[in-house]
Nanobody, 118 residues
Framework: QVQLVESGGGSVQPGGSLRLSCATSRLIFSTSRMGWYRQAPGKQRELVATITPTDSTNYIDSVKGRFTISRDNAKNMVSLQMNSLKPEDTAVYYC????????????WGQGTQVTVSS
């Protein structure tokens, strides 16, 4: 059973910062591409950022230079540092795992709300 425990999120004014974290088991963390997706009301879920076990990262254009995804090997945790937040970043953010030892099956966290508003 793959468990993803998300933390962080909340409400912030435009220009503010938030940090999301996603913890999982050592096996999942050490073998899987992990990342964050988001879904705004009335919109499709979109990929925000991913990171591989070798620290290769990928971001959507709209967050480049503002968001940073990173891995904490001691805590088996992936974090998303979000700076210079904009109202259009408002969404539910989901941790995602692409698990190669189970046929690249995807697993999702429960989601955490990020609201950027003045």
């Amino acid at each position: 059973q793959v468990q993803l425990v998300e933390s962080g999120g909340g409400s912030v004014q435009p220009g503010g910062s938030l940090r999301l974290s996603c913890a999982t088991s050592r096996l999942i963390f050490s073998t899987s591409r992990m990342g964050w997706y988001r879904q705004a009301p009335g919109k499709q879920r979109e990929l925000v950022a991913t990171i591989t076990p070798t620290d290769s990262t990928n971001y959507i254009d709209s967050v480049k230079g503002r968001f940073t995804i990173s891995r904490d090997n001691a805590k088996n945790m992936v974090s998303l540092q979000m700076n210079s937040l904009k109202p259009e970043d408002t969404a539910v953010y989901y941790c995602n795992v692409l698990y190669p030892l189970n046929g690249n099956r995807e697993y999702w966290g429960q989601g955490t709300q990020v609201t950027v508003s003045s």
